[in-house]
C-alpha cells in the first residue's frame, strides 16, 4: 500500500484545513487508517483514525470537537478536516494504514499500522 498525503500548509489560528491521504495498491475493505503527528522536538502522537468498514473514528482529546476524520471508499482516500487550528497543532502530519482492521482500542497506536506516507506540513501561526 502506497499513501500519498496532501493538503497541509501554513494558515492563522482559527482557521481550517484539510488533508487528504489517498491509498494505492493493496487496500481492501478492511482497511484501517489513521492520522498522527510529530512536532519539533517532540515524539510522534496519534490524532485520529477511522476503520472502512462500519466507519468507527477515534480522535486523541485535544482535537476531538475540532477535527474531523472520514473517508471516501470509492477513492481510496481518508480527510482530516481541521477546524479552529491551534498553534499547538503545528506538526508534520502523517497519515497511516494497515490492510486489516485495527481493533478499537489498538486505534492510537502507531504500531498497530504497516504503512505510512511522507508527511505534510501544518504550520498554525499564532
Known amino acids: 500500500v502506497q499513501l500519498q498525503a496532501s493538503g497541509g500548509g501554513l494558515v492563522q489560528a482559527g482557521a481550517s484545513l484539510r488533508l487528504s491521504c489517498e491509498a494505492s495498491?493493496?487496500?481492501?475493505?478492511?482497511?484501517?487508517m489513521g492520522w498522527f503527528r510529530q512536532a519539533p522536538g517532540k515524539e510522534r502522537e496519534f490524532v485520529a483514525a477511522?476503520?472502512?468498514?462500519?466507519?468507527?473514528?477515534a480522535y486523541e482529546d485535544s482535537v476531538k470537537g475540532r477535527f474531523t476524520i472520514s473517508r471516501d471508499s470509492a477513492k481510496n482516500t481518508v480527510y482530516l478536516q481541521m477546524n479552529s487550528l491551534k498553534p499547538d497543532d503545528t506538526a508534520v502530519y502523517y497519515c497511516?494504514?494497515?490492510?486489516?482492521?485495527?481493533?478499537?482500542?489498538?486505534?492510537?497506536?502507531?504500531?498497530?499500522?504497516?504503512?505510512w506516507g511522507q508527511g505534510t506540513q501544518v504550520t498554525v501561526s499564532s
Open positions: 495498491g493493496r487496500t481492501s475493505g478492511d482497511t484501517t
Open positions: 477511522i476503520r472502512w468498514r462500519g466507519g468507527a473514528t
Open positions: 497511516a494504514a494497515k490492510s486489516r482492521q485495527i481493533i478499537l482500542s489498538a486505534l492510537r497506536y502507531s504500531t498497530s499500522y504497516d504503512y
